[in-house]
C-alpha cells in the first residue's frame, strides 16, 4: 500500500466510525454511552430506596448501545436482571458476546428491535439516554401501555410529560399509574 492509498483509507475510515455513531439518528438517537459511574450510582440509588424488598429487580436500558448499563446493572445486586434493546444489530451481537464472556447472560439479555414498537410493561426501572424527541415519544407510550408502578430514568434530557426529579444529570420519574394522564407523584431518593 502506498501513501497515496493510506490517506484515501484514513479519511475514509474517520467518515465510515462518524457515520456508524450518527446513523441511529434516523431512529431517535445517535450512539454516546452513558458514564459508567454515574449509571451505575443511580441504579444504585433507586434499588436501593424503591426494590430493596423485591426478589427480582427488572431493568431495561431503552437504546443499549454496546451494553454497558447492563453490566453495570447486574453488577449492583444479584436480584437485578437487565434487558438492552437496540435498532442496530451489531451492537447487540456484540452485547450478546461480551454477556457472554463475562457469564452474565442469563441476567444482561438483549434484542434488536424499535424501541417504540416494544412491550414496556412489567419492568421495574425503565432506562434512556437518548434524544429530547424519542424521549417526548418514549413518555407517551408509557402513559399510554404501562400499567403497573416503575420508575423512569433519562440521562441529560427532562422527561416533558411526567413530573420528574432531577438528580445529578439524571431525571427521575415515579409511574404510581400510567392510567393517568399526567403522572402527579414526585420521587424522593435525593
Ligand atoms: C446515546 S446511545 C445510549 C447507549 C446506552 N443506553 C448507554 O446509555 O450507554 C443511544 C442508542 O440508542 C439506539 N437507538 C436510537 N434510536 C433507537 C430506536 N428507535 N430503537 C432502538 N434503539 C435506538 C442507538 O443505536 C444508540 O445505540
Request: aromatic share 8%.
Amino acid at each position: 500500500m502506498n501513501l497515496e492509498d493510506l490517506l484515501l483509507i484514513i479519511p475514509l475510515a474517520i467518515i465510515g466510525v462518524f457515520t456508524y455513531i450518527l446513523l441511529p439518528m434516523v431512529w431517535g438517537a445517535a450512539y454516546a454511552p452513558s458514564p459508567k459511574a454515574k449509571a451505575s450510582m443511580i441504579l444504585r440509588r433507586v434499588i436501593e430506596t424503591y426494590y430493596k424488598d423485591k426478589d427480582v429487580v427488572r431493568v431495561i436500558d431503552l437504546g443499549s448501545g454496546f451494553g454497558r448499563v447492563c453490566f453495570e446493572a447486574v453488577k449492583i445486586d444479584s436480584r437485578v436482571v437487565c434487558h438492552g434493546v437496540d435498532i442496530d444489530p451489531l451492537k447487540i451481537l456484540w452485547s450478546r458476546a461480551i454477556a457472554r464472556i463475562k457469564g452474565i447472560n442469563a441476567r444482561a439479555t438483549f434484542t434488536r428491535g424499535n424501541i417504540l414498537k416494544i412491550d414496556l410493561e412489567g419492568y421495574d426501572i425503565i432506562y434512556m439516554f437518548l434524544w429530547p424527541g424519542i424521549v417526548l415519544k418514549i413518555e407517551e407510550k408509557i402513559l399510554r401501555e404501562v400499567r403497573k408502578e416503575c420508575i423512569v430514568i433519562s440521562l441529560e434530557h427532562p422527561l416533558r410529560l411526567l413530573k420528574s426529579e432531577k438528580i445529578d444529570d439524571f431525571y427521575i420519574a415515579f409511574i404510581s399509574s400510567a392510567r393517568k394522564s399526567k403522572n402527579e407523584e414526585a420521587v424522593n431518593i435525593a
